[in-house]
RNA sequence: GCGGACAUGGCGUAAUCGGUAGCCGCGCCAGACUUAGGAUCUGGUUCCGCGAGGAGUGGGGGUUCGAGUCCCCCUGUCCGCACCA
């Protein structure tokens, strides 16, 4: 029989689904066990080979999982919101629900094409209202609690209103002025905030959707602007989201990188005073340096600005704020070592020195973090150093490495920033180690009242407002220009239908198109009318929720996604928990994983998650590159193309990408080339060994470099047993690797002995076998395949069967003991041929439900022959000796073996090689 | 600049606890079967050397009976952050 894999695999593929053996309920009384991927954007240009690798690994866990006795929950949806998929309906003018349905269709039809053991059941869609309705519900929720720092913890903002009322201020206030006053600790809260506003994209974009200036998506310039938008108070759960690193089973770089991205920072908070009237509040790390403060820096956005300074410097000053506020983000960051600033004529006193020190503006000093106000200390701060060296200003040194290395700061070529040493010139902390200047410093501050201990990070609240139509609508409208959460009963909000879906360059969102969009409070309901009175009628906010709203909680919505009541019911999460193992790129580090935990956290305070971090292990599968292929057209010769081995000057040629689908190893296909693209049909070829060579490079894989691999060409060419293993084969799962489909031959070859050595036992089953032999490979098999997969070495566990096959093939293995547990083995890897294989050795239920086999030790412990079991001619041997037993001893010990005497045959060993302890090598 | 990770044959990689370095696969070489081979099978393949033998895990040092693995320094590559006080 033929190994016909796409027959098979189609076939198993219809079967499981009809039977439905991938369905999820929760069982009382089993284990239970929850994987998770990281759902795709279904964006237009469908699955490329480097989406199924994670999706792989996690299905050869969870199958896995699954064969030990393990209830296990292995979900997929789709990240239908956002940029992404708008961006790809804009450039095909099509509605993005229109487009989205359609490469949700595609990314379906092809992951179905590689076997997946999702519960398809369990679906969810971030565009599904049904879905968003609980994005919008825990919107609502966010926005009616705030963080109440002393139990660490969300609470209803009516805890902090009843606290409140009691209070003189409180009675004061106007209704107007309470809401306002409120707005400042919900968790989802209306403010001007500076924003990075992306005109091209025609929205505002979070911090980790801008890199170096530049929009994530499309690389569009990107500037500061003050704009009123919905943020979410994710600097609330700083300190909870830097400590719940501690608990989660991630790699210490992923975690690193969190940790650098909130930026905890322990210092001070400290009051200079102007005058007798006025006063700010800088935020430093060195407080023990207060000695050498020579000049302030304030932000140019500073409120104090305006009041402080001089009339004589007045002009110049708003000249320079005007000018900062310009910029734009790019040009800032690319000109950072550029310095400039301007004085403004007032004066500080240092509270410490009662010295008078000059205020200065300057952009180096960002409004966003601390207090947007420093107190400069240029011998130990290299930014410092450099603003005082530019405008002339003083430099004084107060720490030394040693007590008495006192130098002259005008010598210096740069501050001396380290935090080891001594206090020089200090005052009273004078001689102290730095360590104990700093809580000297702020004893003394703190006793003074003019300022505390405090903790900065660097994380900023997630701005959560996009000018955009492809996303969540708020469940807010206005009234009286305050925000109104819409009754819970009347969601979801749908998402209207409107003419016009594109963005516009002035931030004026898309929803503004639909008529039909307001809310009729009385009624509780959105309103045909194009009259809003503000009376009964009121408008609803236009902007939508950015892309990671939708991504925030899936993981819980997939264990109890067709619940209407409720985000999901209290059983399924007590059930569930949370995600056991939860795999995915890294690059969503700054991005969804936070947002993710905070969102999980926030549900946890208020009583709806049960695990305070929602993703407990986390793998990060490494991205796949591309390999292009070149042709090589002469300079001279526009249709001359010359073999890579007989160009003698790369100067003399133009490298071309050309479609890695006419390349056969490098080897370019002439008669497809020519046909490829209209400008190669009169193409002439400089051929060596009668064959044209292409050149290669490893880069991005992209459409435009016309080197990605789609998986359908190699489920069709290999089938989806080799693509899933060739996948794992390449290496291992977090690494990122080129694609190279050069190895795939290879992995192909395996299961085509695989499928040859059962149909041996098939055509030949009353021959005998050793069975003892057969039994010893295929124990060593389960513990290796068993402790590969808890390690998530898949890499290697594909060898291990290769190795098994040719070893049984070897044996003429005839056992069925052996055969069958090898293919509960094999299913979670190559699903299809061992399910096939599985049925054709009689069995009738799927393999996906039979047992994991365990392991026998008798069969591993009795000597310790490893793989192969003739070992490049050698043997191995493994022996309790005592510790000081003498190479002497050990060579009699081994040769007294009774498998010495088998693979010996009575003859002497050509080398003895003994390492103390453990083992005894024999060349045989 | 700061933080993190990594570095092994021609290539992808393996070596799980500090104990044979190079498993498995690709590629390559030789052979078998074949009208044929881009099918299949067998053997070989770290480097130098005809050989005995020697060298060898980016470079240098250290710890150890023993180091790819642990420690220090350097070089290179990749990733994250980047005027965060």
């Not at 590689?114 to 966010?142: A, H, M, N």
């Not at 719940?244 to 969190?258: A, F, M, P, R």
């Amino acid at each position: 029989m033929e190994y016909n894999y796409n027959e098979i695999e189609s076939r198993w593929q219809k079967a499981w689904r009809e039977q439905g053996v991938y369905r999820t309920e929760e069982v009382e009384g089993r284990p239970h066990y929850y994987v998770l991927d990281m759902f795709p954007y279904p964006s237009g240009a469908g699955l490329h080979v480097g989406h199924p690798l994670g999706y792989i690994a996690s299905d050869i866990y969870s199958r896995y999982k699954r064969l030990r006795g393990y209830n296990v929950l292995h979900p997929m949806g789709y990240d239908a919101y956002g940029l992404p998929a708008e961006q790809y309906a804009i450039q095909t003018g099509q509605h993005p629900a229109i487009t989205t349905e359609q490469n949700i269709a595609r990314y379906r039809e092809q992951l179905d094409k590689i076997g997946f053991s999702f519960d398809w059941d369990r679906e969810v869609r971030t565009c599904d209202p049904q879905y968003y309705k609980w994005t919008q519900w825990t919107f609502i929720q966010l926005f009616n609690h705030y963080y109440d720092e002393e139990q660490r913890k969300a609470r209803p903002i009516s805890e902090l209103v009843s606290r409140l009322e009691g209070t003189e201020e409180w009675q004061r206030m106007t209704e107007g002025e309470r809401q306002d006053y409120l707005m400042g600790y919900r968790l989802a809260y209306l403010a001007d905030i500076p924003v990075n506003w992306c005109a091209e994209l025609g929205t505002v974009l979070a911090n980790d959707e801008v890199v170096g200036g530049l929009s994530v998506r499309g690389g569009h310039p990107v500037e500061r602007k003050l704009m009123r938008q919905w943020s979410l108070r994710i600097t609330a759960y700083a300190q909870r989201l830097v400590d719940g690193l501690e608990q989660v089973d991630w790699t210490d770089s992923l975690k690193e990188i969190q940790r650098n991205w909130i930026g905890r920072s322990e210092g001070a908070a400290v009051w200079f005073p102007v005058d007798d009237s006025q006063k700010f509040e800088i935020f430093t790390t060195r407080p023990d340096t207060i000695f050498g403060v020579t000049f302030m820096v304030l932000c140019p956005e500073h409120e104090m600005i305006s009041q402080i300074t001089t009339l004589e410097h007045r002009e110049e000053v708003e000249q320079y704020v005007a000018w900062a506020k310009n910029r734009s983000e790019r040009e800032r960051q690319a000109e950072v070592k550029k310095v400039s600033g301007v004085f403004t004529g007032a004066y500080a006193i240092n509270p410490l020195t009662e010295e008078k020190i000059p205020i200065w503006v300057s952009e180096y000093v960002l409004a966003g973090y601390g207090t947007g106000a420093i107190m400069a200390v240029p011998a130990h701060d290299s930014r410092d150093f450099a603003f005082a060296r530019h405008f002339g200003l003083p430099i004084r040194q107060v720490v030394a490495p040693e007590k008495d290395a006192v130098s002259d700061p005008a010598t210096w070529e740069e501050s001396l920033d380290s935090k080891t040493g001594y206090s020089v010139n200090s005052g009273f902390v004078s001689g102290m180690k730095v360590k104990d200047a700093m809580a000297a410093v702020i004893d003394k501050i703190e006793e003074m009242g003019i300022g505390h201990r405090t903790v900065n990070y660097r994380l900023r609240d997630a701005i959560f407002s996009r000018q955009r139509y492809w996303g969540e609508p708020f469940p807010v409208y206005y009234k009286e220009g305050r925000p109104q959460m819409l009754p819970e009963e009347c969601l979801p909000l749908e998402l209207p239908e409107v003419g016009d879906f594109k963005p516009t360059a002035t931030g004026e969102p898309p929803l503004g198109h639909a008529k039909v969009w307001a809310w009729d409070e009385q009624n509780r309901r959105v309103v045909e009318t194009e009259k809003i009175d503000n009376k009964t009628v009121f408008p609803l906010e236009l902007s939508t929720m950015p892309g990671f709203a939708g991504s925030s909680g899936y993981y819980l919505r997939y264990m109890d996604p067709r619940n209407d009541e409720a985000y999901f019911s209290k059983e399924a999460v007590g059930y569930w928990q949370n995600v056991d193992l939860y795999v995915g790129g890294a690059e969503h580090g700054t991005g969804h994983l936070i947002y993710a935990r905070f969102w999980n956290k926030f549900l946890f305070d208020i009583g709806l998650a049960v695990k305070d971090e929602p993703f407990q292990k986390l793998i990060n599968q490494g991205m796949i590159q591309g390999r292009s292929n070149f042709v090589y057209r002469s300079k001279q010769d526009n249709n001359l193309y010359i073999s890579k081995g007989l160009i003698k000057n790369m100067a003399d040629v133009t490298p071309i990408h050309v479609d890695i689908n006419i390349v056969d190893n490098d080897v370019l296909d002439l008669e497809r080339f020519k046909t490829w693209r209209p400008e190669f049909a009169e193409a002439r070829f400089e051929l060596e060994e009668g064959r044209y060579v292409c050149g290669w490079e490893i880069e991005k894989m992209s459409k435009s470099m016309f080197n990605v691999q789609n998986p359908d060409d190699l489920v069709a060419r290999y089938g989806a047993d080799t693509l899933r293993l060739y996948e794992m084969f390449l290496g291992p799962v977090e690494q990122a690797k080129p694609w190279d489909t050069g190895g795939i031959e290879g992995v192909h070859r395996f299961l085509k002995k695989l499928w040859k050595l059962y149909d041996y036992y098939l055509n030949n089953q009353n021959t005998q076998s050793n069975q003892n032999a057969d039994l010893k490979v295929l124990h060593q098999t389960i513990k290796k395949i068993t402790d590969d997969i808890e390690r998530f070495s898949f890499n290697t566990s594909v060898s291990t069967f290769m190795i098994c096959c040719n070893t049984l093939t070897d044996l003429r293995c005839a056992s069925p003991e052996v055969l069958k547990p090898l293919l509960v083995l094999l299913a979670p890897f190559a699903p299809h041929i061992a399910e096939e294989l599985w049925h054709r050795m009689g069995e009738t239920t799927s393999v996906c439900t039979a047992r994991w086999p365990e392991c026998d030790e008798q069969y591993l412990v009795e000597d310790t022959v490893k793989y192969p079991v003739q070992f490049n001619g050698k043997m191995r041997f493994t022996l309790d000796l005592p510790a000081a037993a003498t190479q002497q001893e050990a060579v009699e010990a081994v040769l007294a073996a009774p498998e010495s005497a088998k693979w010996l045959g009575g003859k002497e060993p050509k080398k003895v090689i003994f390492v103390p302890k453990k083992i005894i090598n024999i060349v045989c």
